[in-house]
């Protein structure tokens, strides 16, 4: 913890607001204050992800808490979105710090030249000295095309630009075995593996009705990072420099498995299926146990409205999920191509259809 080099940090809603839902500038500069140190010899190198726009808009719109209509959460984030950046800015500036403001979608970390786009900017901001802060960009983001919180956003941000460590921030100092506020619990200071927590009860979002998360969420973009090979420390705002400095503090997941191609993460974890093909058994066996390509005879059933390119949902014959991928033919097109081979639609449709319906480069197999 204490040696990595390039870090990506993500603080949560209401380690950031009143409990009104406004800003809280206190705690804003006690959060750029450590970051600011840890940064200053100019060794390490940190990307913030922060919640808090919507939050920070609630206030000056008369809003008492987070609306559940999506038109009020992208009013909220309008106004609120330059609140928090502008005190981000102002905070950074007492270290002569600037602040670089970077919004995505999760459309911009599934589709691949926006993926491509967004770690050139963030990687760039890095060489140039400017602090990076990531959040989602919800003014635009519909149901289709948003993260649902930024725990899952901060993994896949911590995949992107290939950091060495992963740390979420928030109100609660770890995972407990059971309820923080009941005595008798204790803090889990290591997970080692998933099942490590498979006898625990994980809380949802909080009580301040500010934020979207809650630990089921952190602990799930735990899982996320560390199944990509990045170590995750989950800890209180309030330890942040604990945290960073590599002390024991909080719950630190072990990596769990080892960096993938950045496509097949997002795949995975932020796109949002277009469409279903059902697969026969052979084909689930093809695609799941020896991670073959799905071709055109094993399909049985299409459904959706998707194009050429778009992730889909590979299913088995009882409906269950089993893989997710990017297609290469319209929804319109597989029909006609439904249990037959290549060579035969070759032969009858033309050489564009001698290939995969989803290529195993294009392709990840989802555990249950």
């Not at 010899?41 to 000056?60: K, N, Q, T, Y």
């Not at 080892?258 to 795949?267: G, K, Q």
């Amino acid at each position: 913890m204490g040696e990595a080099r390039r870090i990506v940090v993500k603080v949560g809603s209401s380690s950031l607001t009143t409990a009104s839902g406004g800003l809280d500038a206190d705690r804003v500069d006690a959060l750029v204050d450590v970051l600011a140190k840890i940064r200053s010899g100019g060794e390490r190198e940190i990307v913030l992800v922060s919640s808090g726009a919507i939050a920070a808009g609630l206030a000056p719109l008369g809003l008492r808490r987070r609306p559940k209509d999506l038109a009020r959460q992208q009013a909220a984030a309008s106004v609120g979105q330059g609140l928090l950046v502008a005190r981000y800015t102002a905070s950074f500036a007492r270290y002569g710090v600037r602040v670089g403001q970077v919004l995505l979608t999760s459309d911009d970390m599934s589709r691949r030249a926006h993926h491509r786009n967004a770690s050139r900017t963030l990687d760039k901001l890095l060489a140039m000295g400017a602090f990076p802060i990531v959040n989602e960009n919800d003014t635009v983001a519909t149901d289709e095309i948003r993260f649902g919180d930024n725990d899952r956003l901060a993994a896949l941000v911590a995949h992107l630009v290939h950091a060495d460590l992963l740390v979420l921030l928030s109100d609660v100092d770890g995972v407990y075995d059971g309820d923080p506020a009941k005595p008798g619990t204790s803090r889990i200071g290591e997970v080692r593996d998933p099942s490590d927590l498979a006898h625990v009860e994980i809380g949802s979002a909080g009580k301040a009705g500010v934020g979207t998360g809650g630990m089921v969420t952190k602990v799930e973009a735990a899982r996320i990072a560390a199944a990509a090979g990045v170590p995750v420390v989950l800890t209180s705002a309030v330890h942040a420099a604990d945290a960073l400095t590599g002390q024991d503090t909080g719950t630190f997941f072990h990596p769990t498995g080892r960096r993938s191609a950045d496509r097949l993460l997002w795949l995975q974890h932020a796109s949002t299926p277009q469409g279903a093909l059902t697969l026969d058994d052979g084909a689930v066996q093809a695609v799941v146990e020896r991670r073959k390509s799905l071709l055109p005879a094993g399909i049985a059933a299409v459904e959706g409205d998707f194009t050429a390119g778009d992730p889909v949902e590979l299913r088995d014959s009882a409906g269950h999920a089993v893989a997710r991928g990017l297609v290469n033919f319209d929804a319109r097109e597989i029909p006609r191509l439904i249990g037959r081979s290549t060579r035969e639609l070759a032969r009858d449709l033309g050489p564009a259809y001698e290939r995969e319906v989803v290529h195993r480069d294009d392709l990840v197999v989802l555990h249950p």
